[in-house]
């Protein structure tokens, strides 16, 4: 007995033409992971620990219709995706579907390889099979084997072995507006080589108010010295249902920073697993999300330290008004052996309203002795002693506290290096701050 | 069974002088007869309504009792058990246990206990007589322990406390019993504690009236029938309106015991105003270096401070038993409630601890705070798990949590699994955690003056678990020192 949602995926399945079938091995994958969707379904209300926070129940109701038939012909404004101090490479996707006369991708820099997953299917499939034909077989990646099952399209991007692509990569997912309520499910592969340096924007942007169900999957391979700078900006449309999931693998000495802004969208799941395989690595997050309305944000970490020596810091801000929910999970593992790692988490929250609420869950699993590790969380609200002093300098109650709640939140994008990438980060924050001014002083 | 005879014989006689009651009186006598007969046998293996009927019969249980129990077999029966816990274990097969044994066989001196067990008692200083009790060795002859109880249960009468055995408490006191039992933990709670509702064999009852204060601490030691609680042990403690008592469980010795399952409910109401202190020294036998044997000590500890102004504060010490589940637990029902956690646990060989504690904030300016403090050694696993929750009603509540982590050894693991759900945006929440491993600078500085690695070792972790030991009863305080120093002996080097 499936959900509407799962039946209408499977049905969909049946009839949908995904690049590079007729490739035995792919199609095999295919269809495993299917069998493994349909399975298992969404995961319950009870009893997965991942998903506890986060309730896929009204989703479950819901059908959608795979892919966007008319996808090329969707009129998009730039104005959509238009970030200052990203002007590299771009590939944009409109629900999923590539849009090559909206992309750039001509005159790559040296030592970039970018193209669409569909066409690299079509050239050579071989060096992809390793990722395609992963199975998710945890209880709780029902997105992941939906997404192998399902995925038309993706970027594949490669940065040859000691490579500096100075441009920023800009990969875009836009939602436009449909006949019906779509589902696109994407696939990413990006792989750095030895020394390799890129630096990536993830950005999910909305073209007017498409209630669309958008499932990305995202590898990250990161060899010998790689360095990785990433920086996520979802602004998705307010009805939309955005699963993301990235995986990243850092060998010895690479290195990865993340930087996350997390603003639309009414049910949202980002999850980031890294495993700081060599020794050396180091991943670094910062994130920031801030939700309103009936906004449900749930963002998980997952950082998994295997090597000698490895680092990772974490600083995650969040922000709940209205009626949203806002939640965190992060949760860093040392390994047995992974001698030397040095690893923090820091998760604060403001609650702003007696509707909202915060969940955070910072765990810590340690299996090696020579680690220092800590985590710690809060839950509260803006300081009153600085709200009195901002107010005792002429500054009205409103502004005092998008001013605090600003202040708090932005230091977690202050050290993005795109100077002009974090000013217009701290200004879709800013822009998005309550300013209410009905209260009165508490 | 020569009290329970001669009780009955009292009752035969006070329900003769009434004719209606001499059949109620004279078919109580035969159950008494009855139970003689079973009880030199133990119930077979094995759980299903039979058993719980014969095993309320057997301790002559009211019907609404025996009903209770039933009621709560039935939930168990649709539950599983939980697996989320960071534990690794086999599955039990809760149909090959007997859930009523007549009391074990003792070893009769204490030439026949374990030399190991007595090299323990000896480095703890228990006194012999202690030694004797705590190896299961029949202690009808130590005179000073039951003196010392006849004076306490005196003194406590005196002060209209009342402190009991738990079956005791539903023959003596049927309708406090009936008011508080599984209001504060339900039957059907947990799997673990829908099955100890079902087939709780004794424990402790303890009822303080409005406005007293306990004259003395209440422990499990001081009871004159506290000999065997068993495997399913279910406590029940009441503080009335202003009342105060501060109860210590367990003792701090090793436990000579080859049950397998420990899953006992403990449950606390505090009315308004009133205080309860609740230590716990829990050193069941912890299998030994391979991991064979030991206790699974799964245990629900659940305190509601029902009252407005009441507090309720878990002390506990872990360092004993295989594996141990187990999160003492405050509903702040009340306003202005507090509610507190202190813990040490410690974990060697191959010994498993998931502990921790929940808070759940309800009434208005409610303040919790919990330090717990993990120690991990040999192949050990250790882990807190910790909830927090604020509900939308709990204006202005406060927590605050602490958890260390200490790792001594390389195949240890430690960790922590906290969880804060706020729903109320005035709340207050803290959380902070670390882990380390004692570091070679203070071993060093401690080496260099001369102290021993061992004693190095136990310094380090005295002070790392100074902030719990602080709220123990002094005397607890002192043998828990002592007693981490055992339990550690080995760790280092």
């Known amino acids: 007995m499936s959900s509407p949602f799962v039946q209408a995926m499977v049905d969909a399945a049946a009839l949908a033409r995904l690049p590079g079938s007729g490739i035995a091995w792919l199609d095999a994958a295919r269809r495993e992971s299917l ?86 299917l079509a050239e050579d499939a071989e060096p992809l099979r390793f990722f395609l034909s992963r199975m998710y077989r945890a209880r709780g990646d029902a997105f992941a084997s939906l997404n192998s099952a399902l995925a038309a399209d993706g970027a594949v991007l490669r940065v040859a072995p000691g490579a500096r692509v100075a441009a920023p990569v800009h990969l875009v997912f836009v939602g436009a507006p449909a006949e019906a309520e779509l589902a696109w499910h994407a696939r990413c592969l990006i792989e750095l080589g030895e020394g390799a340096e890129l630096e990536l924007v993830e950005h999910h942007a909305a073209a007017g108010a498409a209630p669309h169900f958008g499932n990305l999957l995202a590898d990250y391979v990161l060899r010998e010295r790689a360095r990785l700078g990433l920086a996520v900006l979802q602004d998705g449309a307010a009805a939309a249902t955005l699963f993301r999931r990235a995986e990243l693998r850092l060998d010895a000495a690479a290195t990865a920073t993340l930087h996350a802004l997390e603003l639309g969208g009414a049910l949202v799941r980002h999850e980031v697993h890294a495993s700081l395989d060599g020794d050396g690595a180091r991943f670094d997050t910062r994130g920031v999300f801030a939700v309103r309305g009936r906004q449900h944000v749930d963002t998980r970490l997952h950082v998994e330290h295997r090597g000698r020596d490895t680092a990772g810091d974490a600083l995650w801000r969040g922000i709940a008004d209205e009626r949203a929910r806002g939640v965190f999970q992060g949760t860093i593992v040392v390994a ?107 | 069974m020569a009290t329970e005879r001669s009780d009955i014989e009292q009752q035969v006689r006070a329900a003769a002088s009434g004719n209606a009651r001499v059949d109620e009186a004279l078919n109580r006598r035969y159950a008494a007869g009855f139970v003689t007969d079973i009880e030199s046998e133990s119930l077979p293996p094995g759980l299903n309504e039979d058993v719980i009927r014969k095993l309320s019969a057997i301790k002559q249980e009211p019907e609404w009792m025996t009903e209770w129990r039933l009621a709560a ?73 039951v003196s010392v109880a006849t004076t306490a249960r005196d003194e406590l009468a005196k002060a209209g406390v009342i402190f009991c055995s738990m079956s005791e408490a539903i023959r003596s006191h049927p309708e406090l019993v009936r008011k508080y039992l599984g209001t504060v933990v339900p039957q059907g709670d947990n799997f673990f504690a829908a099955l100890n509702s079902a087939v709780f064999s004794d424990g402790s009852f303890v009822y303080i009236p409005k406005g007293v204060r306990c004259p003395m601490e209440l422990s499990t030691y001081f009871r004159i029938n506290a000999g065997h609680t068993g495997q399913f042990e279910r406590t029940l403690i009441i503080a009335e309106e202003g009342s105060y008592v501060s109860y210590l469980e367990g003792c701090t010795a090793p436990m000579r015991d080859e049950n397998q399952l420990h899953a006992a409910v403990v449950e606390l109401v505090a009315l308004e105003r009133a205080q309860i202190k609740y230590s716990t020294v829990q050193n069941w036998y912890p299998g030994d270096e391979n991991g064979v044997g030991g206790i699974y000590n799964f245990v629900t500890k659940r ?104 790792l001594i050894g390389k195949q240890c693991g430690a960790h922590t699994f906290p969880y804060i759900e706020v729903k109320n945006p005035s709340a207050i929440v803290e959380h902070e955690a670390t882990t380390s491993k004692i570091s070679d600078d203070q071993m060093f500085y401690c080496r260099s003056r001369g102290i021993g690695e061992e004693d190095a070792v136990s310094m380090i972790v005295d002070g790392f678990c100074k902030q719990v030991f602080r709220e123990l009863p002094m005397e607890f305080a002192v043998e828990a020192k002592r007693l981490l120093e055992v339990s550690l002996e080995g760790a280092v080097g």
């Open chain 1, 35 to 120: 069998v493994a969707f349909a399975a298992a379904g969404l995961p319950p209300p009870r009893g997965v620990e991942a998903w506890r926070y986060t309730s896929l129940r009204p989703l479950e109701q819901r059908r959608f219709a795979l892919g966007d038939a008319h996808a090329a012909a969707r009129a998009v404004d730039a104005a959509a995706w238009a970030l200052p101090g990203v002007d590299g490479p771009r590939m944009v996707f409109v629900n999923g579907a590539f849009r090559a006369d909206l992309s750039a991708l001509d005159a790559l820099p040296a030592g970039l390889t970018l193209l669409p997953l569909s066409r690299a």
């Open chain 2, 303 to 406: 305190g509601e401070c029902r009252g407005d102004d009441s507090k309720i504060s878990w002390t506990q010490v872990e360092t004993g038993s295989a594996i141990t589940w187990k999160y003492p637990s405050c509903v702040l029902r009340g306003d202005r409630t507090v509610g507190e956690f202190y813990s040490v646990a410690l974990t060697h060989h191959r010994q498993q601890a998931d502990t921790g504690t929940k808070m759940i904030h309800l009434g208005k300016h409610t303040r919790s705070k919990i330090v717990a403090k993990g120690i991990s050694a040999g192949r050990s696993s250790n882990s807190y798990r910790g909830l927090v929750k604020v509900e939308k009603g709990a204006e202005g509540a406060r927590n605050y949590t602490q958890c260390d982590s200490l």
């Open chain 2, 73 to 145: 077999y039935r939930q168990w029966t649709t539950m599983t058990a939980p697996d989320w816990a960071k534990i690794d274990l086999k599955p039990i097969d809760y149909q090959a246990i007997s859930y009523y044994s007549a009391p074990k066989k003792k070893p009769k001196s204490l030439d026949e206990v374990d030399p190991k067990l007595l090299e323990t008692y000896e480095k703890l200083g228990v006194p012999l007589h202690e030694r004797a009790k705590l190896a299961g060795v029949a202690v009808d002859a130590v005179f000073d322990s």
């Open chain 1, 336 to 442: 047995r052996g992974a001698d030397g790692a040095d690893a923090r988490l820091g998760n604060k929250n403001l609650l702003l309203s007696p509707q909202a609420e915060i969940d955070t869950k910072p765990v810590l699993e340690i299996h090696a002795d020579e680690v220092k590790a800590s985590h710690g969380a809060t839950v509260g609200q803006l300081d009153e002693r600085s709200l009195f002093y901002l107010r005792s300098r002429g500054v009205p109650l409103a502004a005092a506290r998008s001013l605090l709640t600003y202040a708090f939140c932005r230091a977690a994008l202050d050290s993005l290096p795109n100077a002009p990438l974090a000013e217009h980060l701290g200004a879709c924050l800013l822009a998005r701050l309550p300013i209410r001014s009905e209260e009165t002083p508490p």
